[in-house]
């Protein structure tokens, strides 16, 4: 036990620690607020609608625990445990080709990383889900779906792999860059692609219908100068109840994209105003800005790979004696997450002044009281907790809590 495994086991136990911490308040927090109403939505929403949020929410942060300690488990297994250098002498002994090695040994462990949360994932979603009315996915079709997503992944995926791992043994000390370079370029194609190739393999598109909603948002497009290739209702509730609207795509394969289940449940206006909140994103730039953060993290976390990958004492540390550039990899992706955990606040508040700078974007582009209306149905519709602890809420939400948003646009309509 070197002095790298004991600084990998502390941060390892802050992390947990934090994480049960903040599960336990956020648990007691909702369930004591559980049988009141906050007074601003009280003429909105029920207080059997409030229970059943409170308990949705409560539902799926016990679940949590449960997520840490296979996480937890499995990370230790593959690490501390011998569980990597397991898998590497067995394929070792199989495999000649270096190459083919690396690309089985981090194939593997995604396989059983997934295999072992598979049982969460279902639980997740046909019981939990199920419980609450949301869930709208059959198991035929929920392993449809993992099938195909799994195809898709091997088939991007493995390329861009085989790449990376070439570049780590054959481009010399500047393979960090250029691998950088490819993965930006991997992202910003498979931006592009996925409105067209990908994401009609899971979802039908259809072009919205004429009529009066279609027309009230083309004015709000030409309004705000936003041109896109086209306007689709998505069938959602073949999956879920759940209701949403995004932007994909970039440049010309820009798409708007609206959920059948959004336009069941809100007024022709309330679409427009969630639909502005969307366009407020892109007007501001935020997901330029989110993508600007994530390559310049992602270049930095590849030069501390280059420079880890040279450490005996990282290898030796996490329980590991074979110092390949695919052992590097893995080991790096696996513990990066506990390093970078306490990092996570500092996200979540980025992204909610994103959303703060939308809703004020669409207040000023639509109505403000449209806007209250429609996140009103949609936190009830959803089942999404009114009374979040603050602490839990600060360090993991990148939405604004029900309060705080609808009493920024309170103002705004007063204003």
Request: charged share 15%; glycine share 4%; with cysteine.
């Amino acid at each position: 036990m070197n002095t790298f495994t004991l600084i990998f086991l502390a941060a390892l136990a802050i992390s947990i620690s934090v994480r049960i911490w903040l599960a336990q308040r956020h648990l007691r927090y909702v369930a004591s607020h559980r049988d009141a109403v906050p007074a601003a939505f009280s003429d909105a929403i029920t207080l059997t609608q409030h229970h059943k949020a409170a308990d949705y929410t409560l539902a799926k942060t016990r679940l949590s625990f449960l997520q840490i300690v296979v996480e937890t488990s499995l990370l230790l297994a593959f690490t501390l445990g011998g569980g990597l250098q397991w898998l590497d002498n067995a394929l070792s002994g199989v495999f000649a080709s270096e190459m083919t090695r690396n690309i089985l040994l981090i194939g593997s462990v995604m396989v059983i990383a997934a295999a072992i949360e598979l049982p969460l994932d279902l639980y997740r979603k046909f019981v939990i889900e199920n419980r609450f009315g949301f869930n709208a996915l059959t198991p035929k079709r929920f392993f449809i779906d993992l099938l195909m997503q799994t195809t898709i992944g091997v088939l991007l995926g493995l390329p861009l792999l085989f790449v990376v791992l070439w570049l780590m043994q054959a481009a010399g000390d500047l393979w960090w860059l250029y691998t950088w370079l490819v993965w930006v370029g991997f992202n910003l194609t498979l931006l592009a692609i996925y409105p067209t190739f990908i994401a009609p393999l899971f979802n039908r598109f259809e072009p919205m219908e004429n009529g009066t909603l279609k027309s009230r948002i083309e004015q709000l497009l030409q309004k705000c100068g936003f041109t896109a290739q086209g306007l689709f209702v998505m069938d959602g509730s073949k999956r879920s109840s759940h209701g949403n609207a995004y932007f994909t795509g970039f440049g010309k394969t820009k798409r708007i994209v609206l959920f059948d289940t959004l336009l069941k449940h809100l007024e022709a206006d309330e679409v427009e105003a969630v639909l502005a909140h969307e366009l407020g994103h892109f007007k501001r730039r935020h997901v330029v800005k989110r993508m600007a953060w994530v390559f310049a993290a992602s270049l930095v976390f590849l030069w501390v790979l280059n420079w880890l990958m040279t450490q005996t004492w990282f290898f030796n540390g996490l329980n590991v004696t074979s110092q390949n550039t695919g052992m590097a990899l893995v080991l790096f992706f696996l513990v990066l997450p506990v390093f970078t955990f306490l990092l996570q606040p500092l996200s979540s508040l980025y992204s909610r002044k994103h959303e703060f700078e939308a809703d004020q974007y669409a207040a000023v582009q639509t109505q403000a009281h449209s806007l209250i209306s429609a996140l009103i149905k949609l936190y009830r519709d959803n089942a999404s907790t009114l009374t979040p602890d603050p602490l839990y809420a600060m360090f993991y939400n990148s939405h604004p809590d029900a309060q705080q948003r609808i009493a920024r646009l309170q103002i705004a309509v007063h204003n």
